[in-house]
């Protein structure tokens, strides 16, 4: 298994494993598979760096036709108090058709990847839902579904001009305790928003909406958005994260607005709130001339996707998230190996 490289090396493999890569994400939208692999590239700094060891951000593992890189998740651990990393990126070559036999060795090298982190206890990873061979890898190796995302995108050249919406304003400081308490409420309660940190077993339900909380209290103070706007009526019943398409795609083209995060009081939920913080979000993007608006979100979540789709909104794409986690997984090997001994007696 190669792990030491040098930096132009380093460089060349990951394009190479890119460009060749039927599941790169956003690739349709790029005029050549190169150009998809070099932005694709570009949100691994430490690639570009060689700055990729055990202990730091970005650890790559490779062998023919299989490349995995290790991403330490520091926010993330911080906020759960579990060493959290992620698997990315990950990619699998293989024929096609294909079998347990070439499954088995791709798990076997991604079993082998696991068994030699430093701490990591809990890890998170990404299939595209058409990449099928990868979900075999990841479950054969111990990962479990965690959620299914669908990403949609809206052609804003498409839309109408949209008003100004008088109730809608941009975030000051002092909303960041009303509304980083509602995100804690939203994220933290499966019957109102289902997101892999609140269905994994292993997370307590309050520290996962705590999460959400956190990143709306960095966007708004530390900046980690380009534009925050909150609902505000007299009552701050909700808000919405975007930002800009960054340099790394735009250089190639390719120009994609994030809607990243949202939530709405739940007690004011069925007002239109969400709709009118998408449609200023809208407008916003259309003034500076963005090409596609984009949403991601839960399978399950309906409002936020019926609301998507009201404005011309087409899936553009589908994830799957899966996690391993240490201890859980421990505890089923010892009650696997319980049970086999309880049918031998």
């Known amino acids: 298994m190669q792990t030491t490289l040098q ?3 380093l460089n060349s493999l ?3 494993y890119f460009v060749s890569w039927e599941h790169l994400p956003y690739r349709s939208l790029y005029d050549n598979y190169s150009n998809a692999a070099l932005a694709y590239l570009s949100q691994f700094p430490e690639i570009e760096r060689g700055s990729y060891s055990p202990s730091g951000s970005l650890f790559l593992y490779t062998e023919p036709d299989m490349l995995v890189g290790v991403r330490q998740l520091f926010s993330e651990s911080s906020n ?3 060493h959290c990393a992620r698997l990315e990126p990950a990619v699998f070559k293989h024929p096609d058709p294909y079998g347990i036999c070439e499954i088995e060795p791709a798990a076997r090298f991604l079993r082998s990847v696991i068994s030699t982190l430093e701490g990591p206890d809990h890890l998170s990873a990404i299939a595209d839902s058409s990449d099928i061979f990868t979900q075999h890898v990841l479950q054969t190796s111990g990962f479990r579904l965690a959620d299914t995302i669908a990403g949609y995108h809206i052609p804003l050249a498409k839309l109408p001009a949209f008003e100004s919406d008088p109730a809608i304003r941009t975030a000051r400081p002092d909303d960041v305790p009303r509304l980083s308490a509602i995100a804690t409420a939203c994220f933290s309660q499966c019957h109102l ?3 892999r940190f609140n269905a994994e077993p292993a997370f307590d339900n309050d520290v996962a909406g705590r999460t959400y909380g956190n990143w709306f209290t960095r966007a708004v103070l530390e900046r980690d958005a380009d534009l925050v706007l909150v609902f505000d009526d007299g009552n701050l019943a909700g808000f919405l994260t975007l930002r800009l398409p960054p340099e790394r795609e735009t ?3 390719v120009s994609i607005g994030r809607f990243v995060l949202a939530a709405v009081d739940p ?5 239109g709130i969400y709709r009118r913080l ?3 979000g809208l407008k916003w993007m259309q003034d500076r001339d963005v090409r596609f608006a984009e949403g991601k979100m839960h399978l399950s979540n ?5 609301v998507w789709q009201s404005f011309q909104a087409r899936l553009a794409l589908t994830y799957h998230t899966f996690h391993w986690t240490k201890n859980l997984i421990a505890g089923l090997n010892r009650l696997e190996a319980a049970l086999a001994t309880d049918l031998g007696t």
């Open 14 to 16: 990951a394009r190479d």
């Open 278 to 280: 998408i449609k200023t």
């Open 302 to 306: 309906h409002g936020p996707i019926n």
């Open 267 to 271: 007690e004011h939920h069925g007002k």
């Open 193 to 195: 928003n289902i997101n």
């Open 80 to 82: 759960f108090g579990v």
């Open 251 to 253: 250089k190639y083209g």
């Open 7 to 9: 930096t132009e090396d």
